[in-house]
């Protein structure tokens, strides 16, 4: 980029410093999905392998860096989101309409254009008999990949606190490695489940610490 035409770019960089114990999120979208579903024939809306894979990637990730806590996969990415639920049913919807309901992209895009979710259920049950609800979790909710801590006796328990919650003072050099040993031990759990809800959260505490 140096000395070209794109070297302008750099006036736009701004270097920043991460607040302490803050949360850091990243989101990783798929690079050339479209041609990559083309290419192993992936199946719409939805393909296992693809999830799969994905799924893997994640695992993979959170093994080489134990300070990540948790993922969400829906879709081609990796993100912390809530309209999985929403993109779904209207892509199962569209792509009913298109496959099974012999419509072309943008028919399929114009009968959808304007309904709701109970619209969208009322095409796929009554059109292709379809009940949405029974399809499978990961397709409705996607996945969240998480630490699972458990202590001697089996129960759940919280990582250590790296931090005093009377001043605030970073634990000694000694202290932090011990926990990043114990992130590294720690079961990588995946899992498809409605994060909407505070049920996941009250019973991982450790994933707000």
Known sequence: MANSKYEYVKAYERH??????????????????????RKYEFEKPNDSRA???????AVAVMNELPDVSMAYGVSDEYRFEADCHINNLYNTAFWSLVLKGELTEIQAEENLRGTVSSDKNEI??????????????????????YRNYE??????????????????KVTSKTQREKERKRKQKAQ??????DI???TFWDGKPWLLL
């Open 16 to 37: 920043m410093t991460l607040l302490p114990s803050t949360f850091i999120v990243v989101r990783i979208d798929g690079r050339g999905f479209h041609r990559l579903s």
């Open 51 to 57: 999830l799969e894979l994905m799924n893997a990637s």
């Open 124 to 145: 796929l049950f009554s059109k292709f008999g379809i009940n949405y609800n029974n399809e499978p979790e990961r397709f409705k909710k996607g996945t969240i990949v």
């Open 151 to 168: 202590n001697e006796h089996g129960n759940e328990s919280q990582p250590l606190d790296t931090t005093s919650s009377k001043d605030h």
């Open 188 to 193: 990588i759990t995946v899992d498809n489940v």
């Open 196 to 198: 909407i809800k505070d």
